[in-house]
């Protein structure tokens, strides 16, 4: 089946766009002063839904791991191959790993991972569209993406829900991500947002998703804050009167009232609670980490656990000066010493990864929450060596690549695919990304056959291409 490509975009009808920019009330833009409306995502909710307990963290490797060195070695590989990296054995027989995950090494019955994943997107922000929309893009280097990504059609699917919480929330936008045609309503809600992130820019610190000090956050706003805000908002829809006179269908006072509800949910105790990382024991804060690997993971698990539906946080880590210029998993050259960056960061990694992985299976959230571990695309099975210091580095890779899952009431313990001695392309059970994206559609009970349509009225199928990968269900 052709994939379908949009020709143009659409602004939308110019009343709503307008009411967004001055009325909306962006929880991001409370923060940091960029959108999307968590009032816009509570109107979305005013639909039927599919109702399931089912979730998902997304622990986003933008820049691209390398399966190499993490899920996929090929220890018998010539030199310039494999890495300086042993495999190490799992407590399931025949699972290896790398040997810089001991933590995870004993985990392996309660993950699986899926070696044989491909797609034709050889950029970033082109492969993170490719790979969680399941549409090429027609820009390279898009910042914002052409189709609706993963979570976006989630959320847009599941609205209806109600609930304290958002459906979808995101420590930043993806480059090459974003709800698309489905309009700001369904993208996701972003405590402290950087605009890098969705850049060619790779050289900005890891963002929160957890909420850092105290009372110094808009998670930590007050019911006077509730009144605050909304004299913000009656201002805002005095300026707004014009479009709101030729708004026929009432939309805009419908949008009143879930701005409303949006700033009091920021006041609702089971909002605050979720990213307060104080509510957890120290025993837990300590087995997580007090990292940004650590607080990450441990906010997602609390995201989940208030009602969150899909929670993507990037997983990034700030190296040392000596290691390489990035905090992302863009290991080339010039960038950094790629096996430094890996013994630097992957000790913090295990640690946080096995815990949440523990976490979920300890308190029954295995069932009905899927972790994954990805990014756009894999690494280069040849070792490149482009920077004047001569240090090690792999580029950019998409014929391959290695995911870890754990939960969802998938079935765990197996490795999935596998690839040629040198780790080039798939050799068994070669898959398509989008057969990663139909498999979790079909745990959310989302028919991805279904049309979606764009700002023309266009229909286009949620997925274009992909069958849920039947060793998991």
């Known amino acids: 089946m052709p994939f379908t490509h949009l020709n143009t975009r659409c602004p939308g009808p110019l009343n709503r766009r307008l009411w967004m920019s001055l009325g909306g009330l962006s929880l991001g833009a409370l923060a940091t002063g960029i959108q999307p409306t968590l009032g816009g995502l509570l109107a979305a909710e005013g639909h039927t839904s599919v109702d399931r307990e089912f979730s998902v963290i997304l622990f986003w490797a933008n820049g691209g791991p390398s399966h190499l060195d993490l899920f996929d070695l090929k220890p018998g590989a010539p030199a310039e191959y494999r890495g300086p990296f042993q495999p190490i054995q799992t407590n399931v027989p025949g699972i290896e790993i790398t040997e810089l995950l001991p933590q995870l090494s004993r985990l392996a019955d309660k993950f699986s991972l899926i070696r044989s994943l491909h797609h034709e997107r050889n950029e970033h922000s082109g492969g993170t569209h490719r790979f969680l929309t399941g549409y090429p893009s027609r820009a390279a280097n898009l910042n914002d993406a052409e189709f609706p990504e993963l979570g976006s059609v989630v959320a847009h699917e599941l609205r209806g829900r109600g609930g304290e919480v958002p459906s979808f929330v995101a420590n930043t936008k993806f480059y090459g991500g974003g709800p698309a045609y489905l309009g700001p309503a369904f993208g996701p809600y972003m405590p402290s947002p950087n605009p890098r992130s969705s850049t060619g820019d790779n050289q900005y610190d890891p963002i929160p998703i957890f909420k850092e000090g105290i009372g110094n956050d808009d998670l930590a706003i007050s019911p006077e804050g509730v009144v605050s805000l909304s004299r913000r908002m009656n201002l805002l829809a005095q300026l707004d009167a014009l479009p709101r006179a030729v708004d026929a269908a009432g939309e805009m006072q419908a949008l009143d009232s879930f701005q409303k509800r949006a700033a009091t949910m920021l006041a609702s105790p089971r909002t605050r609670q979720a990213f307060d990382l104080t509510q957890e024991d120290s025993r837990t804060l300590q087995r997580y980490g007090d990292t940004h690997f650590g607080k990450s993971l441990l906010t997602c698990r609390r995201l989940v656990e208030a009602g969150v539906r899909f929670v993507q946080c990037q997983a990034n880590y700030r190296l040392r000066p000596e290691t390489g210029v990035t905090s992302n998993w863009d290991d080339h050259s010039v960038n950094s010493h790629i096996f430094d960056s890996y013994r630097e960061k992957l000790p913090s990694f295990d640690q946080s990864v096995s815990a949440l992985v523990e976490d979920l299976y300890l308190r029954g959230l295995d069932r009905h929450v899927l972790f994954v571990f990805c990014g756009e695309f894999g690494r280069t099975p040849l070792i490149r060596n482009q920077d004047k210091s001569g240090r090690p580095g792999r580029d950019h890779w998409s014929k391959a690549m290695s995911v870890l899952l754990a939960g969802g009431g998938l079935q765990m313990g ?41 700002q023309l009225g266009r229909p286009l199928a949620i997925l274009p291409a992909g069958e849920p990968i039947a060793e998991l269900l």
């Open 414 to 454: 197996q490795v999935i695919g596998k690839t040629s001695a040198k780790a080039e392309e798939p050799v068994e059970r070669r898959m398509d990304s989008n057969c990663l994206l139909a498999t979790i559609y079909r745990r959310f009970g989302i028919d991805t056959r279904r049309h979606l349509h764009d």
